[in-house]
C-alpha cells in the first residue's frame, strides 16, 4: 500500500519560510518521480516541483523558481520543500505526489497522493 503523508505546512508572515516533509511508504524510489502540487480555493492544481530519482534533477515552476528547493534525506523515505520567501500567492494545500518513472519535468497528474498540508501566507 502506497502512503505519501504531508507535513510542515502552518501560518508564516508574507517572507518568511516553511520547509514541508512527504513521507513516503510502499513504494521503493528508485526511478520514481516525487513532486510538490498545490491547489488555493476556487484555482486549478498547480505542480510546484519535482525530484527525479533517476538522476537527482529538480524541476520547480516559474512562480517558484529561487525560492523553493526540494532535497531528499539520507534514508531515501522523506522528501522536502524548503520554502523561502513565502508570498500571499503561495497560500494554498500543497500535495505530495508520486509516480514510477523517469521524467524531465513535473508530471501533470501523479498515481499516488497524499492529502495535503496547508500553507497559509499572510499578515
Known amino acids: 500500500q502506497v502512503q505519501l503523508v504531508e507535513s510542515g505546512g502552518g501560518l508564516v508572515q508574507p517572507g518568511g519560510s516553511l520547509r514541508l516533509s512527504c513521507r513516503i511508504s510502499?513504494?521503493?524510489?528508485?526511478?520514481?518521480?516525487i513532486g510538490w502540487y498545490r491547489q488555493a480555493p476556487g484555482k486549478e492544481r498547480e505542480g510546484v516541483s519535482c525530484?527525479?530519482?533517476?538522476?537527482?534533477?529538480?524541476f520547480y515552476a516559474d512562480s517558484v523558481k529561487g525560492r523553493f528547493t526540494m532535497s531528499r534525506d539520507n534514508t531515501e523515505n522523506t522528501v522536502y520543500l524548503q520554502m523561502n520567501n513565502l508570498k500571499p500567492g503561495d497560500t494554498a494545500v500543497y500535495y505530495c505526489?508520486?509516480?514510477?518513472?523517469?521524467?524531465?519535468?513535473?508530471?501533470?497528474?501523479?498515481?499516488?497522493w497524499g492529502k495535503g498540508t496547508l500553507v497559509s501566507v499572510s499578515s
Open positions: 525530484i527525479s530519482t533517476h538522476d537527482g534533477s529538480t
Open positions: 510502499g513504494i521503493t524510489l528508485d526511478n520514481t518521480a
Open positions: 505526489g508520486a509516480v514510477r518513472g523517469i521524467v524531465s519535468d513535473i508530471p501533470y497528474d501523479m498515481d499516488y
